[in-house]
T-cell receptor, first 113, second 112 residues
Framework: GAGVSQSPSNKVTEKGKDVELRCDPISGHTALYWYRQSLGQGLEFLIYFQGNSAPDKSGLPSDRFSAERTGGSVSTLTIQRTQQEDSAVYLC???????????FGSGTRLTVV | AQSVTQLGSHVSVSEGALVLLRCNYSSSVPPYLFWYVQYPNQGLQLLLKYTSAATLVKGINGFEAEFKKSETSFHLTKPSAHMSDAAEYFCAVNTNAGKSTFGDGTTLTVKP
């Protein structure tokens, strides 16, 4: 596609429920990144994909967080048993190579109530 | 290891005045440096990047940044601020083609 597409744009969920966030990167971009942006804070790295592999998942906060990428394209970030501290904007970015800079999606705003 | 420090979480300038947003980095290898802009309720947009070519880098919307190795700095400037420049600006460093590390951001306010 022309840009990085994320869905849903907004998600309100009850504490304890599971959520799935989707990212559709720019066609041909082999690198894909997930970041989290909490209110008034900077960007927190979560995970990085090169193709379908995740060479760096060091930023995942706990084992409730997981992500996968299939076909070298779409990625899904799953949060199990959501907690209120998971509330944030989840940003996805893609790049032909990380050193070229990223193209970001508009993000998914997750609110856990 | 890599890190970025943005000095000043909030900067306010008058319309037409010089914009200067500060960024210092720490890196054990030659870095690639980036500035991104985030307008309200939008994702981040790449403003400009330094990739070891010219040390003075020009970006979109009249912004530019200069890489100074001796000062480990990559400050963002614009000669004359416009109301539409009001946004949050993030500096980022990447050294290994993997993840970029972002600063905490600087919110730019432009007064009429």
């Amino acid at each position: 596609g022309a840009g990085v597409s994320q869905s849903p744009s907004n998600k309100v969920t009850e504490k304890g429920k599971d959520v799935e966030l989707r990212c559709d990167p720019i066609s041909g971009h082999t690198a894909l990144y997930w970041y989290r942006q909490s209110l008034g804070q900077g960007l927190e790295f979560l995970i990085y994909f090169q193709g379908n592999s995740a060479p760096d998942k060091s930023g995942l906060p706990s084992d409730r967080f997981s992500a996968e990428r299939t076909g070298g394209s779409v990625s899904t970030l799953t949060i199990q048993r959501t907690q209120q501290e998971d509330s944030a904007v989840y940003l996805c970015a893609s790049s032909p190579r990380g050193l070229y800079g990223y193209t970001f999606g508009s993000g998914t705003r997750l609110t856990v109530v | 290891a890599q890190s970025v420090t943005q000095l000043g979480s909030h900067v306010s300038v008058s319309e037409g005045a010089l914009v200067l947003l500060r960024c210092n980095y720490s890196s054990s290898v030659p870095p690639y440096l980036f500035w991104y802009v985030q307008y309200p309720n939008q994702g981040l947009q790449l403003l400009l990047k330094y990739t070891s070519a010219a040390t003075l880098v020009k970006g979109i919307n009249g912004f530019e940044a200069e890489f100074k190795k001796s000062e480990t700095s990559f400050h963002l400037t614009k000669p004359s601020a416009h109301m539409s420049d009001a946004a949050e600006y993030f500096c980022a460093v990447n050294t290994n083609a993997g993840k970029s590390t972002f600063g905490d951001g600087t919110t730019l306010t432009v007064k009429p």
